[in-house]
């Protein structure tokens, strides 16, 4: 597998990022960077070539990447985020995509976050959130169902994005939390549910048969682990205190 990672570095104002089920509670800049430095460094020594968007130390968010496009195989659909102080980051990851693929725009009154975007293959499972509207839905699903893909929608509670609650482990593995989706949406696939006690370990980071972990998740990873996927912790709480996870601080493009 060839993969492009691209990733945005840790904003100074980090701690203004959206909070939509968190309390505010102090982020350590230091260790934010640290953190996300371990992590492109993991990804690097699985074998992804490493790309810096341009930083933008005004947007809050702008770390968690992800959020701002879905790319395909075929083509990458540049979202329209659900927050409003998030619009401003998909200009610069449009720019970066447009060398690799045909690009497509989620346009008002669609709007749409990456996060909630599950692509499993020729599937893809789009959640509704207060981030990804009905519109939004349907703007993607006129994009991509003309290459072969079909498009799922349902619903999301309790949580931030529909990858908050499930992502894949390999092609065939769902790692999910139960309160936060409905496990029977994903009756074709083998469902390992997060220890009760890590609700946020749900959002793995797949890359080339590792699974990345949050290492503040580690029932979770026995739970992997007895399934017989390696699992890579990855320390990511103070990331975690803006509400993002493993998924959204990078933007994958595989080959
Ligand atoms: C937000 O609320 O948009 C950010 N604070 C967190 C985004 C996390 N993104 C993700 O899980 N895909």
């Known amino acids: 597998m060839t993969c492009i990672a691209f990733t945005r570095s840790v904003p100074q104002s980090l701690a203004q990022a959206e909070l939509t089920h968190l309390e505010r509670t102090p982020i350590d800049p ?12 993991v990804i690097d020594s699985l074998g ?7 930083a933008t130390p ?21 979202t329209r985020p659900g927050a409003e102080s998030r619009r401003p980051e998909t200009a610069s990851v449009a720019e970066a995509l447009g060398p690799l693929r045909s690009l497509a725009f989620i346009e008002a009154p669609g709007i749409m976050d990456g996060g909630d975007v599950l692509c499993l293959g020729q599937r893809i499972y789009i959640g509704r959130t207060p981030r990804t509207n009905v519109e939004g839905i349907e703007q993607f699903r006129a994009i991509v169902e003309p290459l072969g893909y ?7 509670t309790g949580c931030l994005h529909l990858k908050s609650a499930v992502t894949p482990l390999d092609a065939s593995t769902l790692l999910l939390n ?3 989706i409905d496990r029977n949406a994903f009756a074709d696939y083998r469902c390992i549910e997060v220890d009760p006690q890590e609700p946020f ?11 990345l972990l949050p290492a503040a998740a580690p029932r979770t990873r026995e739970r992997v682990e007895q399934a017989g ?19 959204c601080c990078s933007l994958l493009v595989r080959d």
């Open 30 to 41: 230091v260790r934010a960077r640290q953190q996300h430095d371990q992590y492109r460094s």
């Open 48 to 54: 992804c070539s490493l790309r810096e968007l341009p």
């Open 58 to 78: 005004e947007l809050a968010d702008s770390v968690f990447v992800e959020d701002t496009a879905v790319v395909l195989d075929e083509i990458a659909i540049i």
């Open 150 to 156: 079909a498009v799922y929608s349902l619903p999301v």
């Open 178 to 180: 139960p309160a936060w």
């Open 201 to 211: 370990a749900a959002n793995a980071l797949w890359i080339d048969d590792q699974v």
């Open 229 to 247: 996927l390696p699992v890579i912790p990855v320390e990511a709480d103070e990331l975690a205190k803006a509400e993002g996870g493993l998924t």
